[in-house]
């Protein structure tokens, strides 16, 4: 048995106000003006699998006093008196993979098919991705719907994208457990072929264009179904497109529109023999920035690379902004009293410093505003973000003091 890997970051809201406090409620306390000595259990807790980061609000009522003013470049104080809270949940939206895999003759050569497959399988198995969502679709394949390859492109391309949009396995989530009571990973890992597909013109070809539309409108179908889930397309390849639309151009605009239309951010992942040009600029059309290439000049390192490949893109799906949330009603957010703390999977709670800008980060990491005058975000450092993404149990929490609004009118 595993237990299940997730991914958590909680931010949390503490709102204090000018006047008497309120029982019921979970409380921060502390004497006016200066540091807190009693710290009530006022945190809330959202889960979720790697992905972008999602604000609910779940806010308390109550009042308290004045904390401290705070330190405007070095971080906040604790806040400062007795209050209820209000809190704001961030959660991660489960992350959700559309495996599109290359399975052409072509794989066979140099071993890059038993070592991507054994990629995936290594993959569907680690215990880190429990909870992730996984579909997987391979080209070319007449597996599950005769027709996702070279020669049907030719006969009839619409037939053609409408085959490759069927996956080999739907998306689900894998579980705590290991297959085959894990019924997910049981089925990627039946679904993986021992050798690659021989279709089409005798090696299948690489019907990139049929392939690649076919594996965004999976993406499209399912995130239309499942708002509340990061969805990500991720095409491995060896080869050059062959048969159906070969214009780059076109290609890149299947991945270019997904992303405008749906948010849907496409990963290309190029094995030895792809084109790393062609796979950049599908790559940069669907919001990845450039190919992940693999396996070196002679392909010997194909298996590790792809299996680092999918776990970076894993993690790197873990959001390190903050939106700033609305402070509760007759009160504004004292930006320059917050708490930043990081707690990581295993070792003690840390407290993260202010800095002024993305500039003034350096090496020891932090956090900054957006904008100090009118701040709407907080941006982990880039050392800080890095720290969290590979801490998959990490948890942060956002500490902010309030003051009056000014024209507040207490109620008689």
């Known amino acids: 048995m595993r237990s299940k890997n997730i991914a958590a970051l909680v931010a949390v809201l503490a709102a204090l106000s000018a006047c008497s406090g ?9 004497a006016q003006g200066g540091s807190s000595n009693a710290t009530g259990d006022g945190t809330g807790a959202g889960k979720g699998v790697g992905g972008s980061l999602d604000l609910g609000v779940d806010a308390g009522t109550g009042v308290g006093a004045n904390g401290p003013s705070g330190n405007a470049e070095a971080g906040a104080g604790e806040p400062g008196a007795t209050c209820a809270q209000s809190s704001s949940v961030a959660t991660l939206k489960p992350l959700t993979m ?4 290359d399975d052409s003759g072509s794989m066979n050569d140099d071993d890059k098919w ?14 880190a991705t429990g909870g992730l969502r996984v579909g997987l679709r391979l080209f070319p394949s007449d597996q599950p719907t005769v027709g996702c390859t070279d020669t049907e492109c030719d006969i009839d391309a619409d037939a053609a994208i409408a085959a490759c949009s069927t996956p080999v396995v739907d998306i689900a989530a894998l579980t705590a457990a290991a297959a085959p009571a894990d019924a997910q990973e049981a089925k990627l890992l039946a679904a993986i072929p021992p050798n690659p597909q021989m279709k089409g013109d005798g090696s ?3 019907p990139t264009s049929a392939a690649l539309q ?3 409108n999976i993406a499209v179908k399912y995130a239309a179904a499942h708002p509340s889930e990061k969805v990500v397309v991720v095409f491995v390849t060896d080869g050059e497109p062959v048969g159906c639309d070969e214009n780059i151009d076109h290609i890149a605009k299947i991945a270019s529109d997904t992303l405008s239309q749906h948010s849907i951010e496409t990963y290309a992942i190029g094995i030895l023999g792809s084109n790393q040009d062609t796979l950049d600029q599908i790559a940069k059309a669907g ?22 490949a999918f776990g970076a893109i894993q993690t790197s799906n873990v959001s390190c902004d903050f939106a700033v949330p609305a402070p509760p009603k007759d009160l504004q957010l004292s930006f320059d ?22 500039a003034s980060c350096g090496a020891a990491g932090g956090w900054y505003y957006d904008s100090n005058s009118a701040p709407t975000q907080i941006h982990l ?18 500490l902010y003091s309030c003051i009056q609004s000014q024209g507040y009118v207490p109620p008689k």
Do not use: H
């Not at 309120?22 to 502390?30: A, P, Y």
């Not at 559309?98 to 895999?101: A, G």
């Not at 038993?114 to 215990?127: C, V």
């Not at 050392?383 to 990490?394: E, G, L, R």
């Open 214 to 216: 076919g594996a965004e």
């Open 337 to 358: 009293n917050v708490n930043v703390t990081y707690t990581p999977g295993s070792g003690p709670k840390q407290t993260l410093s202010r800095v002024r800008d993305a």
């Open 381 to 398: 450092c880039a050392s800080a973000c890095t720290t969290v993404q590979a801490d998959p149990s990490a948890a942060l929490s956002v």
């Open 22 to 30: 309120s029982s019921g409620t979970s409380q921060v306390g502390g």
């Open 98 to 101: 559309l495996v599109m895999m």
């Open 114 to 127: 038993n070592q991507a497959a054994g990629a995936l399988k290594t993959f569907f198995a680690d215990p």
């Open 204 to 206: 299948g070809g690489t």
């Open 287 to 308: 919001g990845t920035k450039a190919s992940i290439m693999i396996g070196g000049s002679d392909g010997a390192t194909t298996e590790q690379d792809l299996l680092k």
